[in-house]
């Protein structure tokens, strides 16, 4: 019955029968025999109460009538009460084996106490004693929800990837989270060491370095209550120290005394390096900045200077560090002529996000103005917005002044060469004037004769005259552009076609030709278009281009010594005029352009260079091959106008 019934439930039953017993056989009625069946009718709980009262009225019924009308006597009356005895018993037992007692229960117990008080004091000794009719039901299901916030409390902290501990309000560790023990190699109970403390035991694991700081910081906080907050060094089980972020709170009570310490360190180790790697690198790159001989400077999106590496302060003087001298740096270092336009291209970089290129003059810190080459491109975000501006100038004085130099020696020098042009087509020019002056005595003589006949033939006269007036015209062509070259005036470009320049300057070298026994063979497409362009430059070319032939065939004999020159459309919108003589071709052909370089024993060396030049100021190209069989053949080109390109 015991393994049955709770205890105070059997005490309870055991009571409730005596004194039913003894009820009845003073009255000699069965109905004290009731009395453990109320006793345990009111001990079960109310979800159960259904149940059991049809159970224990059907059992009632029957036993009182059993009783009543039973002619047994005592011995009936005695069975009657162990037959309801025992089924109160089970019913109750089976009620009570699996639920805890009900708030009726307590009910029961002011009338039972007295009869129970000798059982309580037998069993007191024997047991640990529960409070009788009180219910536990609210304080089960409190402590096991304490239980499983315990656990996953629990849990909890030993999933936090940080070091977790606690400390007494002295310092000694009381608790380490799993991921710490796991750490240290060591749980709590082993920093227990004799003649020493828990802290002490702890520091030891800080790396020497740290811990004489580690502990003096801790022992302030300690007794100062303040926030614990240092980076160190802690040694792993495997020996190996990381650097780990460590911060601890106190926990106060009402009355604000500190009743612990709660404190949390995690692993920087990888970040600490990683901050070391870059903190070397922008060594190494301030390094390589400030080497780089030129001026590097970053500005903000707005343009103010936010940094200008070391060459650049020294070439300004400045102390760029100074943040009011990086304010007004732009203000004060151009020159006053091209502030204005730098301004006026950077200001429109700035709002549009172009890149910024400009040559400009700054001043040095001696107050000599030095021409840069100034560049800036702008840093963006992920966004596309501006976040910086990074430029770059280095300086290109001495290549400015230099380029200034070469022009003007450019300059001069081609005034020599054409000079110099001049005097080696001076024969082929008196030449050429010789021959319509030549014409117009001639022509003059025949008509004095044509008049002076008997009669005066005045037709042939009269055609007579008109060649004079045709040589004398020619004759006067021939003097306006000598002068125009001595004179070196710029001409106006006028359309012209170019198979009427080559005739003619072939009529002009007919004489020459003749005289180095060189034949002319000409193959000039008809009907060509104009060509707008310089007739005395483009002559000069022809000129050049017709004398280096002639003196290319110098040692030929034969059929070879024949000039063939050719004219005709391309196809790619320009006409290409073509020189081809029966030489011995150019030993260095890619040097024949080069100024000054020439296989003559008499010449400057810049007959074909400055030719180039010319045809390269009209918009064609020049170039040279050697022919196949012998000699070799000079072409140039000249565009043709937009509208007669086909």
């Known amino acids: 019955m015991t393994a049955v019934l709770p205890q105070h439930g059997l005490a309870l039953a055991l009571a409730t029968s005596v004194v039913g017993l003894a009820a009845s056989w003073l009255t000699a009625t069965p109905f004290g025999l009731l ?60 009620v009570a084996a699996g639920v805890s007692a009900s708030t009726a229960s307590s009910f029961i117990s002011r009338f039972t106490d007295v009869a129970s008080a000798p059982l309580k004091a037998r069993t007191a000794s024997e047991q640990p004693p529960v409070p009788s009719g009180v219910d536990i039901d609210a304080y089960r299901k409190t402590v096991a929800a304490l239980r499983d916030r315990e656990q996953e409390l629990s849990q909890l902290v030993d999933m936090v990837p940080s070091h977790l501990w606690r400390l007494s309000p002295d310092g000694e560790p009381t608790f380490f989270n799993r991921r710490m023990v796991d750490f240290l190699g060591l749980e709590v109970a082993d920093t227990d060491k004799p003649g020493m403390s828990r802290l002490e035991m702890l520091i030891e694991t800080v790396h ?10 801790l022992s302030r906080c300690l007794v100062t209550g303040e926030s614990f907050s240092m980076r160190y060094r802690l040694r792993r089980a495997d020996g190996v120290y990381r650097w780990m972020s460590s911060r601890a709170e106190p926990m106060r009570d009402h009355a604000g005394r500190i009743v612990q310490w709660y404190g949390l360190c995690h692993d920087i180790d990888d970040q ?29 999106p707005d343009g103010e200077t936010t940094l200008a590496n070391k060459h650049m302060a020294d070439f300004l003087g400045m102390d760029l560090r100074d943040k009011r001298q990086l304010e007004v740096m732009f203000d004060t270092i151009f020159h006053p002529d091209d502030v204005g336009a730098v301004w006026d291209v950077f200001s429109h970089c700035l709002a549009t996000g172009e890149r910024f290129a400009m040559k400009y003059r700054l001043r040095r810190a001696d107050g000599v103005y030095r021409w840069m080459s100034g560049r800036a491109e702008p840093m963006r975000d992920e966004n596309g917005r501006i976040v910086q501006w990074f430029g770059l100038c280095h300086d290109i004085d001495d290549q400015v002044h230099a380029e200034d130099a070469l022009r003007r020696a450019s300059d001069r020098l081609a005034q020599a060469t054409q000079a110099a042009s001049l005097a080696e087509l001076s024969a082929s020019i008196a030449h050429e004037v010789n021959q319509p002056l030549a014409a117009i005595v001639a022509n003059s003589h025949a008509c004095h004769r044509w008049l002076s006949a008997e009669p005066p033939n005045v037709e042939r006269a009269k055609i007579t005259a008109e060649r004079i007036t045709r040589d004398a015209n020619s004759a006067a062509d021939v003097v306006s552009r000598i002068r125009a070259l001595f004179r070196q005036a710029p001409q106006a470009r006028s359309p012209e076609d170019v198979n009427r320049l080559i005739s003619e300057v072939c009529r002009l070298m007919a004489d020459e030709i003749a005289a180095k026994d060189i034949r002319i063979k000409t193959a000039l497409e008809p009907d060509l278009p104009s060509v707008a362009l310089d007739r005395v430059q483009v002559q000069q070319v022809i000129v050049n281009l017709i004398r280096n032939g002639i003196e290319a065939m110098g040692a030929v004999v034969g059929d070879a010594r024949a000039l063939h020159i050719r004219s005709f459309r391309d196809g790619l919108g320009a006409i290409r005029v073509e020189v081809r ?16 370089f020439t296989t003559k024993q008499h010449g400057m060396g810049m007959g074909l260079a400055v030719c180039r030049s010319i045809v390269e100021s009209h918009g064609g190209r020049l170039w040279m091959a050697n022919n196949e069989a012998c000699g070799a053949t000079v072409a140039f080109t000249l565009p043709l106008a937009v509208g007669e390109a086909p």
């Open 581 to 596: 003589d029966g030489g011995t071709g150019f030993k260095d052909a890619d040097r024949a352009f080069e100024p000054f």
């Open 208 to 217: 020497p370095d740290d811990a004489p700081e580690f502990r003096d910081a």
């Open 35 to 94: 009395a453990p069946v109320a006793a345990l009718f009111l001990y079960a709980p109310g979800r159960t109460v259904p149940l059991l009262n049809v159970t224990l009225a059907i059992a009632f019924a029957g036993s009182l009538l059993a009783a009543i009308f039973s002619a047994g006597g005592t011995r009936d009356l005695g069975l009657s009460w162990a037959a309801f005895s025992a089924l109160a018993l089970c019913i109750g037992a089976i």
């Open 272 to 300: 600490m390096h990683a901050e070391e790697a870059l903190r070397s690198r922008e060594r190494e790159l301030s390094l390589l900045v400030d080497m780089v001989p030129s001026n590097l400077w970053r500005l903000s």
